[in-house]
């Protein structure tokens, strides 16, 4: 086990639990939060017991996506809508939102594909053909319509894409396509409220008592924390909820205004120390579909902070996505201490692991 990683990880859902709770008598978020985050440590030690070798198989990854696409095509029939999204499916007393846990299933899919084909990847063949896979997910991500979740599958692919091997005009004709699917999207997909939310980022100060007020108040209260911070609690832009989703959404400019710049240096840094030892430990994969699948789980937890962050400093469109383990919710929390449990149960056979046993050998024996 990693426990740097591990701590690194628990110090930062702790950091989230203490931004959500009001600390004035009983607190929903605070009370489901601590629910959600015993599951999903549990789920992690289970995890990385697990010997993952079997996620080799193709039948396994295909049986994965087919399953992904299943469920996302039932959203439309059974899923309940929330926020103006047919995402989540509704289970009595919780709600899941399988979007989460099948970023997964993408970098699992995609490091698999990349592990067969990675000397062959300079050819544009494998580029389109990865591509397809991403973008069925992405597309039925889309049409919930849930612009946040489908950016960061297409950023996941393009980081994997990137880390596997890339010709420089293959690069270039990656963005030229993603200025024409952009294009598309603006034109027959994106809903007004969507429109107004790239509109207000180009404009931020356009239009603060409508489409603008939720940046508008993120960025105050981030301003507001100054180097120190109100205090714990004393959050006035969040508890007094001038601040709308303080607890998902914003969760970053709630702790920022209690917290301050300080704090804000101290989530940075355990942020950087999880992602620090992701990368290590996928450099240390028994082979590259190992390495290729902690590259991406670090890839995915690196566009998910710099996009929320960047919409709650207000350089980045409103699109609400969480930050990794601080928002509340379960399901995102599932898929990444779900990830990490299985980068943990790889690392239970990588090449550190074979070297120490080989020292640990007596000779003649």
Known sequence: MDWLLFFSALLISLAGLVTMNSFAGESYFFDRQIIWLSITLIIFFVASMIDWRFLRR???????????????????????VAKGAQSWFNLGGFSFQPSDPIKIVLILLLAKYFTRRHVEIAHIRHLIVSGVYAGILSLLILLQPDFGSAIIMFCV????????GISKKHLFAVIMMGAVTFGGLWLFVFQNYQKARIINFIHPLADIRGTGYNAYQSTIAVGSGRVLGKGIGYGTQSKLQF????????????????WGFIGVIILFLLYGVLLWRIVANAMLGASNFETLFGLGLAILFMVHIIIHIGMNIGLLPVTGT????MSYGGSHLLAEFGGLGILMGMRRYNRGAHRELESNEIPGI
């Open 243 to 258: 601040l709308p989703e303080y607890e998902t959404d914003f969760i970053f400019a709630a702790y920022a205004e209690e």
């Open 322 to 325: 969480t930050v990794p383990l």
């Open 58 to 80: 193709t039948q396994i990854i295909v049986w994965l996506f087919s399953v992904s696409c299943a469920l996302l095509m039932l959203l439309f029939i059974v899923g309940h």
């Open 157 to 164: 692919w393009f980081g994997m894409v990137l880390v596997s």
